[in-house]
């Protein structure tokens, strides 16, 4: 619709000066012509997919703790939320290895099974992203069978410019303060991008003087959530050359994080927390933490051979999580740690994953067919330390090559067919205890290290396939989708064998687990005038064999204190919910929008028949009422509004999850950009939690334990952007 614009206002440019060339005496005058369109907007409509598309101004706008923070007020989205300064995505209740992150075209991974490890991303660095719900497998791999979250590389720096912009941020609640710097310049086709990132945070606070940690009431101090703190570091880098047929870009970052664990809800023994030495300061760092450091190198290479793109891109990352806590025996552990094992004595547990990956793809157009045909392969090694086991070291490798027909039947109509074949092996590794367990064979008893993970393989094929429509004639929308999509199960569900500290409970593996596969169907219907629009969106989606994690009826003494066992195994699912967007704006000056989403889940087979899925969000609905300002000479996109969201009872529960009551939440938000001469000043003020409310989060880390959320935070941030022309001045000299 825009190039549509662009062209009648073109044309008409062109016919004036003809007429005035008939008619010297006449004076015409063209009406004017508001763009009510953008390229965000027309592909959300004419894609078959629901999509979100998000830029920076909005996560500027809704800065939070981490990047899915930041963007849980889109319906749909939910941050499982681990602190204050991690979390993890979850679309439409779906999360962990369902949900696949890519970032600058490379599938981001990390330790993405855990609840307690968070997304290891710079929110500061992205600048675009897309929120793809439903099954998205055949453009981002397998593990996309809940959706993707695909952010976007940065655009290029403007020809012949040295551009960047400083970024710096407080909070309230957990006194946390960011800063953000991005350095780039660019000649005609050479460039180079530098940014760095820092962030420190304190304890972050709640509402209530104590917690109970399992029916043990643990006293809080100052209302800070002891040993919360934490701190991260990130560098990014990238340069290239780029052309009109040829560019190749490489993108280099590090993140760095180190954190504390809520020292009364980790381990089992939240008695013996020592409180005088945790609550001397709230910003240090104690026992337990972890330190995270990922590092990605990606080269994207870009051929343009006549009507083909073609696109190589390569990766390798390095995931390194140590977990640090004081040694505790379990079972048969020796009561004093021995010096001479070669563990130190505070890694609990660590992690080291390779990863090795690439992607290629040639796009082109074929009359109204724009064809994509495309394979990625990735390879990854896993290994592990510590004194601690849960999981067992492995390698892993995934392949699959995937076609894609988008047909623009006409303006209004597209079309899109999928077909996508994948092909993974995962090997796993033998591990045994490094202490001895006696064991009891008649009159006899012997000490024997137990293996607790054998050496096996698993092999995995699966052909999936995706058809959906998207009709667009004018102000409506129609769109519908049906795919399926398949995840083979992870090291975790096929070999886990070990306690889970931060649930209390010993998980163990099961190696006969099948790949999980996936049905859906998604609708949308929709409707968009320039003073009102909504978004209707409902889908289904059916598990043959869903795997999630089953609690028995048996303990563990030997090596999990008497935890309760809970296996991984395999039922039918049905899930069915709808997300709804709307939006208001009766003048100039005033605009409501309306967010709400409702999911269901249902176990229909399997021990826990008729029950829903562990983390399942509750309905919700967010109401933002605005007021935008006229702009001037001095400010300009200014604004100002509150919030409320709702948040019903979630009652339909998966033991051990608990109900979780009903909670109202009230918030603040404004923004302007100032004009200090021709240097904007871009600036985002929040109130969060305005009333300081006490509610707990159904999908919280520490739901489990009633540790209500964050409460009143002020949010502040400022971004100073710039950009200088570096380009030659003509000479003057004849």
């Known amino acids: 619709m825009k190039q549509s614009i662009g062209c009648l206002v073109a044309l008409l440019g062109c016919c004036a000066p003809i007429q005035a060339q008939q008619d010297s005496s006449t004076v015409h005058e063209l009406k004017e012509v508001i763009v009510t369109d953008s390229y965000e907007a027309s592909r959300k ?422 058809a959906g429509i998207s009709y667009a004639p004018g102000a409506l929308t129609l769109k519908a989708n049906l795919g399926s999509s398949f995840r083979m199960p992870i090291a975790k569900e096929l070999g886990a064998n070990g306690v889970n500290y931060h649930y209390f409970r010993y998980e163990k593996g099961n190696s006969r687990l099948d790949p999980e596969r996936s049905y859906q169907l998604d609708l949308g219907i929709g409707w968009n005038q320039p003073d009102w629009s909504f978004l209707l969106s409902p889908y289904l989606n059916y598990f043959p064999n869903y795997i999630y994690l089953n609690p028995t009826a048996r303990h563990d003494y030997d090596y999990g204190a008497g935890n309760q066992v809970f296996e991984y195994t395999q039922a039918k699912v049905l899930r069915t919910g709808a997300e709804l967007q709307a939006r208001y704006q009766p003048d100039q000056h005033w605009q409501t929008t309306l967010a709400a989403e409702y999911l269901y889940s249902e176990q229909q087979s399997g021990s826990k028949q008729g029950y829903t899925l562990p983390f399942t969000p509750p309905p919700s609905t967010l109401l933002t009422v605005q007021y935008l300002f006229t702009d001037n000479k001095k400010a300009k996109d200014s604004y100002i509004g509150v919030n409320w969201r709702f948040s019903a009872q979630q009652s339909r529960i998966v033991p051990p999850e608990r109900p979780t009551p009903a909670y109202h939440l009230f918030g603040l938000q404004a923004g302007s950009t100032l004009l200090l001469r021709s240097q904007p000043l871009l600036l985002t003020f929040q109130v969060q939690n305005l009333f300081n409310t006490y509610y707990l989060n159904h999908i919280s880390f520490y739901r489990l334990i009633a540790l209500p959320e964050a409460g009143r935070n002020i949010v502040l941030s400022l971004s100073l952007p710039f950009s200088r022309s570096i380009a030659r001045k003509p000479s003057t000299s004849k």
């Open 45 to 466: 409509r004419k894609q078959p997919l629901n999509i979100e598309i998000v830029n920076k101004n909005y996560i500027r706008q809704q800065l939070g703790g981490s990047l899915m923070q930041s963007l849980e007020k889109l319906p749909g989205i939910k941050a499982i939320g681990i602190g204050s300064g991690n979390s993890k995505p979850l679309i439409r209740g779906l999360g962990f290895n369902q949900v696949v992150v890519v970032e600058n075209g490379i599938k981001h991974e990390g330790q993405q099974w855990g609840a307690d490890h968070g997304l290891e991303i710079d929110q500061y660095a992205v600048s675009q992203l897309e929120i793809i719900k439903g099954p998205a497998a055949f453009l981002y791999g397998s593990d996309a069978i809940g959706g993707a979250i695909d952010i976007k590389a940065a655009p290029l720096p403007a020809r012949h410019t040295i551009s960047g912009a400083i970024d710096l941020s407080g909070k309230s609640n957990n006194d946390q303060w960011a800063v953000s710097a991005q350095l780039a310049a660019r000649t005609e086709k050479w460039f180079v991008s530098a940014r760095f990132t820092a962030t420190d945070y304190a304890d972050f606070k709640v509402p209530t003087d104590t917690v109970h940690v399992y029916n043990y009431p643990a006293a809080l101090h100052n209302r800070r959530v002891r040993n919360s703190a934490g701190h991260e570091r990130n560098i990014h880098l990238s340069t290239g050359w780029t052309g009109p047929r040829f560019s190749s870009i490489f993108y280099g970052s590090r993140t760095y994080s180190r954190s504390g664990f809520f020292a009364n809800a980790h381990g089992l023994e939240p008695r013996q927390v020592d409180a005088a030495l945790h609550d001397r300061s709230a910003r240090d760092i104690q026992l337990p933490a972890q330190e995270v450091t990922h590092t990605k190198l990606i080269n994207r290479t870009s051929f343009r051979l006549g009507q083909h793109a073609l696109e190589w891109q390569t990766g390798y990352q390095k995931n390194f999580r140590q977990e640090y806590n004081r040694y505790i025996n379990h079972g048969y552990m020796p009561p004093v740690y021995p010096a001479s094992h070669h563990t130190p004595i505070e890694l609990e547990r660590q992690y080291n994953k390779s990863v090795l990956s690439s992607t290629l793809k040639d796009e082109w157009q074929q009359g109204r067919h724009q064809l994509t045909i495309g394979a990625n392969a990735e390879y990854q090694e896993n290994r592990i330390d510590g004194w601690s086991f849960l999981i067992p070291a492995f390698t892993q490798f995934q392949s699959g090559v995937y076609l894609h027909d988008r047909l623009q039947l006409n303006d209004q109509l597209t079309a899109q067919l999928a077909l996508r074949f994948d092909h993974g092996q995962i090997r796993i590794r033998e591990y045994a205890d490094w202490f001895t367990t006696p064991v009891v064979n008649g009159p006899d008893t012997s000490y024997q290290y137990l293996q607790r993970s054998v050496n096996s393989q698993r092999s995995f094929n699966s052909l999936n396939w995706s």
